[in-house]
């Protein structure tokens, strides 16, 4: 059990500290002159009087993000083998509570898989769409990009409609692109699109693109790896079919857990499909899964029961107050920054008010970002760069265990950064 006390440091404020109690089953302690059980004892008054403390960092890079105390320690359980029905228990749990963020998990279920973010988005494309279907992938950023790449390699028949990276899609054109793909190609049956852009923060409409999926009859894969959770989605109203999302950035938890989250009848008819690999076969794991409430393969133990306390700290503050916290943060730096008189990328209607992309300075002397990361570091604020090559710039993420204060004191700091180099 992991037992949460606040104490003063030397400043006043206020420091979580941990203590790890040890369940001991004193019946399993044999021994004929009590010796084992004295040392265990004493053993287990020690690690109560033994107090962990966390340094607590302020991540605004895109994910992972800044956790709870509580996310973090829950990673401190005994030794359990993941085949176990407790432990089965669990991640039945943390698959219906992540469906039911965008959807019913009464018709909807979450697909989970070891790995990152891409693992996730690989694990879609290579399962659902067969080798006789055509896929077209809005790309407007790295990670649209990214979906690309993964069809390249696994030889996925896909057309790439390229968009601005900084302003909302071109609904009229898109559309036009889907009506001659449908003329090119017979097999045109899905959309996949990513919905927050990680690499400047546009925010694509995807209602938009989930309507244009339901004209033309297509399937809508959605790349939401950094909205789920921060910004409002519904997958049945925005006609979403497949949504993929991780365990790291606005749910809060640690990295290593990837979901992918559709309906039970989606999953169930298209089980029939040929895989493309072994591992990330979404089909094969959800039908295993239904079965067995396993994982095919040795999952992330730790880092599920970080997410099952994420997951409870997501219900416990609430969607509706998770997504005004990061609103607020995100116009406490919005309005920040263009005092210190730096300019953003994208415009505010079409921000996804999860990551901003700020366009460095060319007027300051000294400044680089290599020697600005390292000054904020230095004070336990990770910043990050940019991802574009046609402009210099660096990224700030306002998502995870943060709130207000915390991007008033980035602020601060970047201001005596900026001054420090008078």
């Given at each position: 059990?992991?037992?949460?006390?606040?104490?003063?440091?030397s400043?006043?404020?206020?420091?979580?500290?941990?203590?790890?109690?040890?369940s001991?089953?004193?019946?399993?302690?044999?021994?004929k002159?009590g010796?084992?059980?004295?040392?265990?004892r004493?053993?287990?008054?020690?690690?109560?009087?033994?107090?962990?403390?966390?340094?607590?960092?302020?991540?605004?890079?895109?994910?992972?993000?800044?956790?709870?105390?509580?996310?973090?320690?829950?990673?401190v359980?005994p030794?359990?083998?993941?085949r176990?029905?407790?432990?089965?228990?669990?991640?039945?749990?943390?698959?219906?509570?992540?469906?039911?963020v965008?959807a019913?998990?009464?018709?909807?279920?979450?697909?989970?898989l070891?790995?990152?973010?891409?693992?996730?988005?690989?694990?879609?494309?290579?399962?659902v769409?067969g080798?006789n279907e055509?896929?077209?992938?809005?790309?407007?950023?790295?990670?649209?990009?990214r979906?690309?790449?993964?069809?390249?390699?696994?030889?996925?028949d896909?057309?790439?409609?390229?968009?601005?990276?900084?302003?909302?899609?071109?609904f009229?054109?898109?559309?036009?692109?889907?009506?001659?793909?449908k003329k090119i190609?017979?097999?045109l049956?899905y959309?996949?699109?990513?919905?927050?852009?990680?690499?400047t923060?546009?925010?694509?409409?995807?209602?938009?693109?989930?309507d244009?999926?339901?004209?033309y009859?297509?399937?809508?894969?959605?790349?939401?790896?950094?909205?789920?959770?921060?910004?409002?989605?519904?997958?049945?109203e925005?006609?979403?079919s497949y949504?993929?999302?991780?365990?790291n950035?606005?749910?809060?938890?640690m990295?290593?857990?990837?979901?992918?989250?559709?309906?039970?009848?989606?999953?169930?008819?298209?089980a029939?499909?040929?895989?493309?690999?072994?591992?990330?076969?979404?089909?094969?794991?959800?039908?295993?899964?239904?079965?067995?409430?396993?994982?095919?393969f040795t999952?992330?133990?730790?880092?599920l029961?970080?997410?099952?306390?994420?997951?409870?700290?997501?219900?416990?503050?609430?969607?509706?107050k998770?997504?005004?916290?990061?609103r607020?943060?995100?116009?406490?730096?919005r309005?920040?920054?263009h005092?210190?008189?730096l300019?953003?990328?994208?415009?505010?209607?079409?921000h996804?008010?999860?990551i901003?992309?700020?366009?460095?300075?060319?007027?300051?002397?000294g400044?680089?970002?290599e020697?600005?990361?390292?000054?904020?570091y230095?004070?336990n604020?990770?910043i990050y760069?940019?991802?574009?090559s046609d402009?210099?710039?660096?990224?700030?993420?306002?998502?995870?265990?943060?709130d207000?204060k915390?991007?008033?004191?980035?602020?601060?700091?970047l201001?005596?950064?900026?001054?420090?180099l008078k």
């Open positions: 059990m992991v037992v949460r006390e606040q104490e003063k440091d400043s006043g404020q206020n420091v979580n500290r941990f203590s790890i109690k040890i001991l089953s004193i019946t399993s302690l044999i021994c002159d010796g084992v059980f004295v040392l265990v004493l053993f287990y008054e020690y690690r109560k009087k033994n107090f962990i403390n966390i340094e607590r960092k302020i991540l605004l890079n895109p994910g992972p993000a800044t956790t709870s105390d509580s996310v973090k320690m829950a990673q359980v030794d359990i083998c993941p176990e029905k407790e432990f089965g228990d669990i991640m039945e749990y943390i698959s219906m509570s992540l469906a039911d965008v019913d998990s009464k018709t909807h279920t979450a697909v989970l070891g790995g990152s973010g891409t693992a996730g988005v690989e694990a879609v494309l290579s399962s769409i080798e055509s896929v077209v992938i809005v790309n407007n950023g790295a990670y649209g990009k979906m690309c790449d993964i069809c390249k390699i696994h030889k996925i896909f057309a790439e409609y390229s968009s601005s990276k900084i302003e909302q899609i071109d009229k054109d898109f559309e036009n692109f889907i009506v001659e793909q190609k017979n097999n049956k959309i996949s699109c990513v919905h927050s852009e990680t690499t923060g546009l925010l694509n409409n995807i209602k938009r693109v989930g244009l999926a339901k004209k009859d297509l399937q809508l894969i959605v790349d939401a790896m950094s909205s789920f959770a921060g910004v409002p989605i519904d997958m049945q925005m006609n979403i949504l993929v999302a991780s365990s950035k606005n749910i809060q938890g990295a290593g857990v990837v979901f992918v989250i559709a309906s039970k009848s989606l999953l169930s008819d298209h029939h499909k040929t895989p493309r690999t072994l591992y990330l076969d979404i089909f094969a794991q959800y039908e295993y899964f239904i079965k067995t409430k396993q994982m095919r999952p992330p133990v730790q880092t029961y970080a997410l099952k306390q994420a997951i409870d700290e997501f219900k416990e503050e609430t969607a509706e998770r997504y005004a916290r990061y607020e943060n995100w116009k406490t730096l309005e920040g920054l005092k210190l008189g300019k953003t990328l994208v415009s505010d209607e079409d996804s008010n999860i901003t992309s700020v366009i460095e300075p060319t007027d300051i002397k400044y680089s970002f020697s600005m990361h390292d000054y904020l230095k004070r604020i990770t760069p940019g991802k574009i402009q210099n710039t660096f990224r700030i993420a306002n998502i995870g265990a943060i207000k915390d991007i008033l004191l980035f602020l601060g700091e201001k005596n950064y900026f001054e420090s």
